[in-house]
């Protein structure tokens, strides 16, 4: 069995994933780049470079097949899973008025990927001495926040929603798994320079990693079924 902790951190090829990848690996975890086909070969060969121990992998989050290999391929290579950040997301809607089908992608890939990922994963998880589930959110799935009028524009139906629900998921699967070592927990990264974010957000994707990889290395009696910005409790 791999003796380094194994972290699987999905739509890792660029802009958070891939920090988040990097910062984990520099804390001497093992990485893996999930990401569509060819995606992760050069970023995991760029964090190879800087003495990482980093490891591309093909995975569509929407994908049934890809999402279905993924234990036998950490079983196979590693013999464990320690860490899954799920942090591949999209955002498809631009104002109020979003077709159904167009909502539907944007859940099979911010909500039900997620879901889809921990569930098959979790035997392994399981079998880690300290499991950790790190559900990329954003504040924008706070119904607090957004009743209270902080998302602005931003605040469109599809990414919205589908960010709250993975809220819910995080709780529900936190409490299911209360009696394990394992944590499950909500990250905010903050308004990131991404091509999400933009270039007049305030924080660059070193800032915006940190909550992810806190969440990720948490000690044990760290929070669960929380969500969280840099240490500070948001609200749902």
Do not use: C
Not at 19 to 29: D, H, N, T, V
Not at 107 to 124: C, D, G, H, Q, S
Not at 136 to 160: C, D, E, F, V
């Amino acid at each position: 069995m791999h003796t380094q902790k194994v972290a699987l951190v999905t739509g890792a090829n660029k802009g958070l994933g891939l920090e988040i990848a990097r910062q984990l690996g520099q804390q001497g975890i093992t990485v893996v780049l999930g990401a569509r086909p060819g995606k992760a070969d050069a970023p995991a060969a760029e964090l190879r470079q800087q003495g990482l121990d980093a490891h591309a992998l093909r995975l569509d989050v929407t994908n049934a097949a890809d999402v279905a290999a993924l234990p036998v391929y950490f079983e196979q290579t590693f013999g464990r899973l320690d860490i899954l950040i799920n942090n591949a997301g999209v955002q498809l809607d631009d104002g109020f008025d979003i077709s159904p089908d167009t909502l539907r992608q944007v859940y099979e890939t911010n909500t039900i990927a997620p879901y889809a990922i921990t569930r098959v994963l979790l035997p392994l998880l399981r079998e880690a001495p300290a499991g950790r589930i790190v559900n990329q959110s954003s504040i924008l799935g706070s119904l607090t926040a957004i009743s209270q009028g902080q998302g602005g524009s931003w605040a469109t139906p599809g990414y919205t929603s589908s960010k709250a629900a993975l809220n819910m998921l995080t709780v529900v699967l936190a409490q299911h798994l209360s009696d394990t070592n394992i944590k499950v927990n909500a990250a905010h990264p903050g308004w990131v320079k991404t091509d999400l974010g933009g270039s007049n957000a305030p924080l660059d994707v070193s800032e915006g990693a940190k909550t992810a990889v806190r969440l990720a290395l948490l000690p044990t009696d760290g929070p669960t079924g929380g969500y969280f910005h840099d240490g500070e409790h948001l609200p749902w």
